[in-house]
């Protein structure tokens, strides 16, 4: 059922023990979204856990209250149980039981692809990140109180890592408006952009140099696709979660209207990340394999053997180009 935030609001204000869930393979806006609203929670004084199924990569681990992140499957079902930034359950991985035996299941997401799986769902969307519905939703919780510095800086890293540091086409005045509010809270939005957008690791640029080397590009350049395997994260020390955002250097060419990851996931399973611009829908693109997001970015799993993979992607790709 599709609500508003006043309703999950008001959901939470009858439930003590909740538990917030985020999808597997955490990026910046579940984990950033799904920890300040677990901090909102405490403040009001719920019982709250929060629980992915997938540790998060170097960089997110060091978010604000990382540490109460939960990899573990509860042993009771929660009274109210929040999916945070998560258009499908099978996204949430294993946890998706954590929502399933809740007696009261709420989603609070932005995807165009949400699947409505929760008895209630309130979703934006399209806007540039989970955290601008999460945000009126802790101002709801907090009776408009001005929000704490961390909490703050968790919504604003959650905003900054969404949106391509405001540079994607999702990005509206509200998001901005949303992003000051945060900034006069005393959040060091600079460092922040610097830290998740612009700083990497030696071992991450390697991961970068040596992939895009291999970049290659079809349909006269409109399409570009890059691969990482296996053997580029043990030859560079690094790991799937170290992929984040390399793809933008692909869709930056001048001409390309779609750029395609694949990234080897486990034997014979890919993971496949697509970003668009105007000329293709990318969340129609990972439509095809039952993933989905958003018009200009997406993604899904794509099962097989490499060569098939990729033949098929492509396919997909070519039949959404305008």
């Known amino acids: 059922m599709i609500c508003n935030a006043e309703k999950i609001a ?13 999808h597997a393979n955490p990026d910046g806006d579940t984990l950033g979204s799904g920890l300040a609203l677990y901090y909102a929670l405490k403040c009001a004084g719920k019982q709250t856990d929060i629980f992915c199924s997938d540790v998060p990569g170097r960089k997110l681990r060091t978010l604000y209250g990382a540490e ?27 946890h998706a039981g954590v929502i399933r035996r809740a007696r009261v299941s709420a989603c609070v997401d932005h995807h165009v692809s949400n699947s409505d799986y929760t008895k209630y769902t309130y979703v934006e ?24 510095v961390h909490v703050a800086g968790l919504l604003y890293t959650a905003l900054v890592t969404d949106s391509g540091g405001f540079a994607f086409s ?21 460092k922040i952009t610097e830290y998740f957008m612009q700083d990497i690791s030696p071992a991450v640029y390697a ?3 040596r992939v895009l080397a291999r970049t290659e590009f079809f349909e006269d350049g409109r399409i570009g696709m890059i691969t990482f395997n296996a053997s580029d994260f043990a030859a560079s020390g690094t790991a799937l979660s170290d992929t984040t955002g390399i793809i ?14 694949v990234t080897e996931a486990a034997l014979r399973e890919y993971k496949v990340s697509i970003r668009t611009d105007e000329k293709a829908d990318a969340n ?20 097989g053997e490499y060569e098939d993979v990729k033949e098929r992607v492509l ?4 039949d959404h180009l305008e």
């Open 248 to 261: 933008n250097d692909v869709r930056n060419v001048e001409g390309v209207d779609v750029a395609v990851a």
């Open 68 to 94: 109460n992140l939960r990899t573990d499957m509860p042993n009771q079902p929660y009274e109210l149980a929040i999916a945070v930034d998560c258009s499908d359950i099978n996204l949430l991985s294993a």
């Open 284 to 303: 129609r693109i990972a439509a095809v394999f039952g993933g989905g997001g958003h018009n200009r970015a997406a993604g899904c799993r794509v099962f």
């Open 125 to 148: 969307r399209g806007v540039a990140a989970c955290a601008q519905p999460v945000y009126k939703l802790i101002k709801l919780i907090s009776g408009g109180k001005p929000l704490d």
């Open 10 to 22: 008001e959901l939470i204000k009858k439930a003590n023990k909740i538990a917030l869930v985020c």
């Open 207 to 209: 991961l970068k140099t």
């Open 315 to 318: 396919k997909a790709c070519r």
């Open 170 to 190: 999702s990005v509206t005045g509200e998001t901005l408006r949303i992003a000051a509010e945060l900034l006069d809270c005393g959040v060091q939005g600079h």
